[in-house]
């Protein structure tokens, strides 16, 4: 009897399998790509899973002579047998992030292809935003204006941002559009400073939205005009909530009040399921705008990959999503 591959290995294996946002039409300007892109998203599933947050760690986990790091040195070679140099991580880890929404995007595309969640329900997709705490001290207003940075454990990068459930929080703040469906299925993610305004960044979500999609259910904050006549260009209907005292009256109301109850039941537990299962309910783990990118979009690929992985196995979807990284 053959020994089993280790989960890690496995997961990181299952990266060759997932479809890739297309390349530029044009190459930018600078050093030419030697290492694929599907190459650098391997190490940053180890790093995930792992919780090595940086490329020297990484290296330093790599290192170690044991079969697991062994067959990971393995999956992160090229075609050639090529390995990364330490400086070649570090410059295309620090590119990724912006590469990333795209491939959330592409890789909830995909599984909503293989898994078809919308078999049995309406085709809607929830719009929401999660904050997530800076790591370290905060950085106050009347110092931010003086230009004073009392601390060097305080992130100058993140910004403050205030919510009627969460109050105050200094930190970043993770846009998501999940299925609505009995498994939820990450479609788009994008991570900005916590003062940015859902509603500017909920275009770049319907961009990655698949076309199946005919329903974009959101809060108040999603109530926007503009994103409306987006919805509606893309032959998509956007059911927001509307302000004013409750209850609302006119008509359709009981039709909203239903949908509103569908997306509390779906992105919000999303959420807090997400924080839980990489326990960032206290603060994230990293600092910097590019890194936090880095790490956090790179967590909803992981967990899309472990839906894509339970799947295949035909296990239950979405179930024990945390006991099963930390056996990776």
């Excluded at 650098?40 to 599933?45: E, F, G, M, Q, R």
């Excluded at 839906?307 to 295949?312: P, T, V």
Aim: positive net charge; hydrophobic residues 40%.
């Amino acid at each position: 009897m053959l020994p089993r591959e280790p989960l890690l290995v496995t997961l990181v294996k299952l990266v060759d399998c997932i479809p890739m946002p297309e390349p530029p039409p044009k190459r930018g300007r600078g050093r030419p790509k030697v290492y694929a892109d599907r190459l650098i998203v391997k190490a940053l599933v180890i790093m995930v899973i792992r919780r090595l947050y940086s490329a020297y760690s990484l290296l330093a986990f790599l290192d170690q002579d044991t079969d697991l790091t062994c067959a990971l040195r393995a999956a992160l070679t090229d075609e050639y047998g090529r390995f990364p140099s330490r400086r070649t991580w570090e410059r295309r880890l620090q590119t990724l992030p912006t590469t990333l929404p795209g491939l959330v995007g592409c890789l909830g595309r995909y599984l909503v292809s293989v898994i078809q969640p919308w078999t049995h329900t309406g085709r809607a997709a929830a719009l929401d935003s999660t904050p997530l705490r800076a790591k370290g001290g905060v950085w106050h207003k009347k110092d931010r204006e003086a230009g004073v940075v009392p601390h060097s454990t305080i992130d100058t990068e993140a910004q403050w941002s205030k919510s009627g459930y969460h109050g105050w929080w200094y930190g970043w703040k993770l846009h998501l559009a999940c299925a609505v469906a009995a498994v939820w299925i990450p479609l788009a993610a994008e991570l900005t400073p916590a003062n940015t305004a859902d509603n500017e960044m909920a275009p770049r979500l319907l961009r990655q939205l698949p076309l199946e999609v005919r329903y974009v259910l959101g809060d108040t904050h999603y109530n926007d005009p503009a994103l409306r006549t987006a919805c509606q260009l893309s032959d998509r209907l956007l059911v927001a909530s509307r302000r004013g005292k409750y209850p609302h009256q006119g008509a359709g109301v009981e039709v909203r009040r239903i949908f509103h109850k569908l997306r509390s039941k779906a992105i919000e537990p999303f959420n807090g399921l997400f924080k839980n299962v990489f326990e960032w309910g206290g603060q994230v783990p990293v600092k910097g705008l590019k890194r936090t990118q880095l790490i956090v979009l790179g967590a909803i690929v992981v967990y899309q990959l472990v839906l894509l992985y339970q799947f295949e196995r035909q296990l239950p979807l979405g179930r024990g999503v945390k006991a099963l990284l930390r056996a990776a």
